[in-house]
């Protein structure tokens, strides 16, 4: 075993401490690029089975090609903090397929229905990151997974891991009439020339990227590590304002501006500027500190963007305007107009939820109506693009008959789950079942209720904040606690009022907790039901759900 020596107060900065690995994943990182593991995959695991992954491999470097092994089933939560990742862990896999910008024509849609069918027992989740998810992957058949995605022109490089993970695209990039500027060329540039270089392959944790012209701001790039934003320069013309250090999980950050306009053919290298000043200045001791936002809390945004401009561009930037607030909805569920005449189509699964057979029959539909191209959205939704005036409702009906809605309910649009215990080794509770639930209930009791917009609920089956727990009006914290008899018992904690400047709160913020309020599955429709008609009962005007939240008294919201 590897004995780790931590020098006092060094922070595992490569540029200010040197590169001696001061973790076990840095270690295992240091030990071998985790890119190389595909090839041990191929010729060796797929062939030798589950039995022959060593840990570092299996735990540790499979990651970077979006494969994690998921939770042994009958695992309940009251033992994910206790048992081993070998006790935790299934001999089947997770499997995600990065889809930048959430972009996919009809026909790589096929062959996710056919991965899904052939190889993952019709599992396929449509993640809050526009990427799809698939479980009950066996080793053996990972290589024929990647030669079939492969060939239609997809990749889980990156996936996971300490590593550029997928771009976040505006899902109206190039097609909608209000566009700043189209962000696919950056987005584009940025995946052709720098994922799955192994210069870029050991990153201090991952680093999460999110790019949109889009003026409803539809890439929540206050929590992401960069983000690129459209905005117009008075003597320049289009091009994107510079967002660093956000962040969730459990010690949430919003990212802060950098003051910097960024041309669009700046964009690609002021990415890998940041990235390799990350790489570089990030904090390697400990995993729970290494994020970007960590840094950027100790710097501040102005020694962040000389540092940027003298070490890694060699030029400064200019400075530049700030997105306005957006007052449009950034989920571009129902039907819209493109600026070719054309139309496009949002329509909202169950919390992310779909199957090989649903997405089959998305491509039917999306092709009856003569329409070729999709786009997932960072709201677990699907846009089908191009779609023809005359087959709008053809699309709408043939989407309807999957449980795909151009016309939800508030509650089925605004609720999002993760993964949650059903495959997550982190989790606590169930995560999906529980929305989807919630969702039938709340539609049941909240049918004559109307809402001038909907109320977003995020259910998380843990801390990490996969699903966003801060930054909705209800965030759901899954966990394990005692009840009044001492027994263990599963509940989640409740946070109010989150919200960004993308969801058009002047003083957008992160959620309110309040104290001793915790709240079972079970009881998880009655206080939905109880605060939302609260809100409606209270709310002055057209306040709403989270201004209300964060002044209304503890006792109106529990
Ligand atoms: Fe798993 Fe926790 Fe993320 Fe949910 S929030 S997917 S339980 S790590």
Redesign the pocket.
């Known amino acids: 075993m590897t004995t780790i020596h931590r020098p006092e107060r060094a922070e595992g900065q490569w540029a200010v401490d040197g590169r001696a690995p001061l973790n076990p994943n840095e270690v295992f990182k240091a030990a071998d690029n985790p890119l190389h593991v595909r090839e041990r995959i191929e010729k060796t695991y797929a062939r030798l089975g589950f039995d022959s992954i060593p840990p570092d491999d299996l735990h540790g470097r499979m990651r970077w090609w979006g494969i994690y092994t998921q939770r042994r089933q009958g695992i309940d939560g009251g033992r994910t903090a206790t048992a081993t990742p070998e006790e935790l862990s299934d001999r089947y896999f997770m499997m995600r397929v990065r889809l930048d910008g959430g972009a996919i024509t009809v026909r790589q849609l096929r062959v996710l229905a056919d991965i899904s069918d052939d190889f993952a027992r019709g599992t396929a989740d449509i993640t809050d990151r526009q990427n799809l998810q698939f479980h009950w992957v066996e080793i053996e058949n990972v290589p024929e997974i990647w030669r079939r995605l492969e060939a239609a022109g997809m990749r889980t490089t990156e996936a996971c891991g300490d590593t550029p993970r997928v771009i976040l695209g505006s899902p109206v990039a190039g097609i909608s009439a209000e566009e700043i500027i189209d962000p696919t060329p950056v987005i584009q540039e940025i995946v052709a020339r720098f994922i799955g270089d192994e210069d870029l392959a050991n990153l201090p944790r991952k680093f999460k990227s999110a790019i949109t012209g889009h003026p409803s701001l539809d890439v929540l790039h206050e929590i992401n590590d960069i983000s690129l934003v459209g905005v117009v320069h008075p003597e320049l013309g289009p091009g994107y304002d510079l967002w660093v250090g956000g962040g969730l999980s459990v010690a949430p950050r919003l990212a802060e501006r950098l003051g910097a306009f960024v041309r669009p053919d700046q964009a690609a290298d002021v990415w890998l500027g940041t990235i390799r000043l990350f790489q570089d200045y990030g904090y390697r001791r400990l995993r729970t500190k290494a994020r970007l936002k960590f840094l950027l809390a100790a710097w501040g945004a102005q020694r962040f963007r000389e540092v940027l401009e003298t070490e890694y561009l060699g030029y400064a930037l200019a400075d530049g305007p700030a997105p306005a607030s957006s007052t449009l909805p950034a989920d571009h569920i129902g039907v819209h107009s493109q600026k070719d005449g054309r139309h496009y189509v949002g329509l909202a699964p169950t919390v992310g939820r779909v199957s090989g057979g649903i997405l089959r029959g998305l491509a039917d539909a999306a092709e009856m109506s003569g329409a070729r191209r999709i786009r997932f959205t960072p709201h677990q939704k699907v846009l089908v693009l191009d779609v023809p005036a005359e087959g709008v409702d053809t699309l709408i009906e043939q989407a309807g008959r999957l449980g795909l809605t151009a016309s939800p309910s508030p509650y089925r649009r605004a609720t999002l789950a993760?993964?949650?215990?059903e495959y997550?080794k982190?989790?606590?509770v169930e995560?999906k079942s529980t929305a989807a639930n919630l969702i039938g209930e709340l539609e049941r009791r909240l049918a004559g209720v109307t809402l001038d917009r909907p109320i977003t609920v995020h259910v998380?089956?843990?801390?990490?904040?996969?699903?966003r727990i801060q930054i909705a009006d209800i965030g759901l914290k899954?966990q394990l606690q005692k009840n009044p008899g001492g027994a263990d018992e599963f509940a989640f904690q409740v946070f109010l009022g989150g919200g960004l400047a993308s969801a058009a709160r002047d003083d957008a913020g992160l959620g309110r907790t309040v104290r001793g309020l915790k709240v079972t599955a079970d009881e998880l429709p009655d206080y939905v039901e109880r605060v939302t008609r609260r809100f409606l009962a209270e709310r002055g005007g057209d306040e709403s759900f989270a201004d209300w939240a964060h002044r209304a008294d503890e006792g109106s919201l529990r």
């Not at 993760?418 to 215990?421: D, F, L, N, R, S």
């Not at 998380?460 to 699903?467: D, F, V």
Request: aromatic fraction near 12%; include cysteine.
């Open positions: 993760c993964t949650g215990i997550c982190f989790a606590f995560t998380n089956g843990c801390p990490n904040s996969c699903a899954g």
